[in-house]
């Protein structure tokens, strides 16, 4: 199906654990992002990445790794997860042109323990 | 990115026409006014964007005044499963732009049968 899939939807870890959140877009946009969502933020981001191996940074990118090898896949990598790292997770992809436009996908909510 | 001024909270009868004003005030000339929501759970939606003309869409008419420094989002006939968030966001398109999306507060649109 054509859109943008993430998975797990939900994940539980401990703190200190590694995570790893993926995302696949089916439009072979060049533009990814991760958001995080939380009460009294907002939406903040994360990274973003402009194409396959170009990356950079957003507002919130202490604790974060990403990669991006293919178009279509925009992995989030939490390498020590810690309690502050509760959120929902949103990952977008985004056309280009004067129909600029951000399409997220359905989230994924995790919980550190 | 021009600042946003929305009401927190909005409530609207099934059937009706739901106007969702925004202020903007400061935008800039080659600033759009975007809009956007997000249904309880789910990842942002992307509704509709214009710059000085009136834009029409499948989901929503979107109405800008004359100075730009307001504008309405029109659910023509509103359904339950319009109850959302919706979020109001002025920026400039383009790779110099940056590509966060400030979501602000937003509305919060309640229908109610």
């Known amino acids: 199906d054509a859109g943008i899939t993430q998975s797990p939807r939900y994940k539980i870890t401990e703190t200190g654990r590694q995570v790893t959140l993926m995302c696949h877009q089916t439009?072979?946009?060049?533009?990814m992002f991760w958001y995080r969502q939380d009460l009294g933020h907002g939406l903040r981001l994360i990274y973003y990445?402009?194409?396959?191996?170009?990356?950079d940074k957003g507002e919130v990118p202490d604790g974060y790794v990403v990669s991006r090898s293919k178009t279509e896949n925009f992995p989030l990598t939490l390498e020590s997860a810690t309690r502050s790292q509760t959120s929902v997770y949103f990952c977008?992809?985004?056309?280009?042109?004067?129909?600029?436009?951000?399409?997220f996908g359905p989230g994924t909510r995790l919980l550190v323990l | 990115d021009a600042k946003t001024t929305q009401p927190p909270s909005m409530d609207c009868a099934e059937g009706r026409a739901a106007n969702l004003p925004c202020n903007h005030s400061?935008?800039?000339?080659?600033?759009?006014v975007y809009w956007y929501r997000q249904i309880h759970s789910q990842g942002p939606q992307y509704i509709i964007h214009?710059?000085?003309n009136n834009e029409t869409n499948e989901m929503a008419s979107l109405i800008i005044t004359e100075d730009r420094k307001s504008s309405t989002l029109i659910l023509p006939h509103a359904t339950l499963r319009d109850t959302a968030v919706y979020y109001c966001?002025?920026?400039?398109?383009?790779?110099?732009?940056?590509?966060?999306?400030?979501f602000g507060k937003g509305t919060s649109l309640l229908v109610t049968p």
């Open positions: 439009w072979s946009h060049s533009y």
């Open positions: 214009g710059l000085k």
């Open positions: 977008a992809s985004m056309r280009t042109g004067y129909q600029e436009t951000q399409y």
């Open positions: 966001i002025v920026r400039v398109a383009g790779a110099n732009s940056g590509y966060a999306l400030n």
């Open positions: 400061t935008i800039s000339g080659n600033e759009y």
């Open positions: 990445s402009a194409a396959a191996d170009i990356t």
